[in-house]
């Protein structure tokens, strides 16, 4: 009889201890999944130690304008590659009408169509000043044109005169007979118009140029 109760707690003994191992097993199993959860949680939140903090732009960002701006000043069309002198003596560079819209007026000092034109030139120039207006003078003297740009009064109010006498402005904007007009849009786009042109043909040429 004591024989059986030892046994019987023996019995109990061993399957006390097994179950506090099973148990111990099992909390060590949940342990281990909630303990992979966080550690994974944390890798996600944690940003890569080769990103560049949220706060700084990207580099390219700051230098982007300036680039864009050189590009953009370096556009010369075909046509304003040339270089020529202007009635005063002094140096001109077709480059730096680049990106505006322009008006070339065609003209030789004897020619009486560029002269009867001559007001409404200077009038246009007066009212477009987003416009530049550029006289090109050939066909005979400096001293000639000289005399063209005084009697008229197209001597000033924005209008810039070049002396072309050997032609090659002429040439440069494929002009062969005065008076002709060369108007000239931004991205370099060209239309010829042969004058002469009177206020309202010249300002209906204009509003074209523009866009209005």
Do not use: N
Request: a positive charge; hydrophobic letters at 45%.
């Amino acid at each position: 009889m004591t024989g059986m109760r030892s046994m019987r707690a023996a019995a109990v003994l061993v399957a006390g201890v097994l179950l506090v191992a099973a148990c111990g097993g099992a909390g060590q199993g949940v342990a281990g999944e909630a303990t992979s959860g966080q550690e994974g949680a944390s890798g996600a939140a944690s940003p890569p130690a080769s990103s560049p903090p949220a706060s700084s732009p990207p580099a390219s960002a700051s230098a982007s304008p300036s680039s864009g701006t050189a590009s953009a000043a370096a556009v010369v069309p075909a046509a304003l590659k040339f270089s020529a002198k202007t009635l005063d003596g002094q140096g001109f560079e077709g480059a730096s009408l680049a990106g505006r819209p322009v008006v070339f007026w065609f003209w030789a000092p004897w020619c009486p169509k560029c002269r009867s034109e001559a007001p409404a030139v200077k009038a246009a120039a007066a009212r477009y000043g987003e416009v530049a207006f550029v006289g090109v003078a050939g066909l005979d003297t400096e001293p000639a044109m000289k005399e063209f740009v005084q009697t008229t009064g197209t001597g000033g109010g924005g209008i810039v005169h070049l002396s072309d006498a050997k032609g090659a402005v002429w040439t440069k904007l494929g002009v062969s007979a005065q008076s002709t007009f060369v108007f000239m849009k931004p991205d370099g786009s060209t239309r010829k118009a042969t004058g002469p042109l009177d206020q309202a043909k010249l300002d209906e040429h204009l509003r074209a140029l523009l866009g209005r």
